[in-house]
């Protein structure tokens, strides 16, 4: 598969200027790339009660500038999890184009013993399955199995084969634009929240790209 990219990422670690670093480096290098092709990532692991203790607001602003930008490139992303999956982990699997388990898989929003971690995955997950459904996962910590979670439509599907996950992953996206699939998905989340009178330019603008794309192939 070409333009293809792969990343591990341990939810049982806290976000750290290494984890940024890294993150970064993987979306520039997907940024250069462009084109088609698949970001891979496989995400397992989730936080000790102490996880936090070390960190602080700048350092947690940084690794969510860093997921908020994976979460936009100009490349298909899929993320691959299995068994406990908290803390960076979780926040990177949220962020991905499809999203596929293992059937161990266990969606963990972090806490300490007095409230859950209040970063951006708690925002993810009520975006993607409403706040009623995730509301216990999210105030109290309580996990999201796989099979849960692909009836949320947090999950994609659950595999026993992850090869079988990224060969589909490259089916769906073969032949596809890396920047024409992330106005599309900009689309896609501006359009939970933006009127009809609001997004009716970026959506006309979108297919004017596609029309002159067109024209210029025919001439």
Known sequence: MDHTLTAEIDGAEPPTPAAVKALAGLCDR???????GV???????????????GLDVMLVSKWERAVRRLE??????LALAHGEC???????????????????????????????????AGFRLVQLAGAARTRRAVLFGLPI?????????????LVDDPEQAVAAAAGL??????????????????????????????????CDRLLRGTAQEAS
């Not at 970001?39 to 203790?53: E, K, N, Q, R, S």
């Not at 936009?72 to 992303?77: E, N």
């Not at 900009?186 to 009809?196: C, E, G, I, N, V």
């Open 173 to 206: 996206v073969s032949g596809l634009s890396g920047k024409d699939l992330a106005i599309r998905r900009q689309l896609l989340l501006d359009a939970r929240t933006t009127s009809f009178e609001d997004a009716l330019g970026p959506h006309l603008a979108a």
């Open 145 to 157: 199995d796989a099979p849960e979670a692909r009836t949320l439509g947090i999950v994609d599907g």
């Open 72 to 77: 936009r490139l100009p490349m298909a992303t």
């Open 86 to 120: 908290g803390g960076m982990a979780l926040d990177v699997f949220l962020a991905a184009d499809i999203r596929v388990a293992a059937l161990d898989t266990r969606l963990l929003v972090h806490g300490d013993g007095s409230a859950t971690w209040p970063g951006m």
């Open 30 to 36: 997907a940024e250069d790339r462009g084109g088609s």
């Open 39 to 53: 970001v891979i990532l496989h995400v397992t692991g989730a936080p000790a009660g102490d996880w936090a203790g």
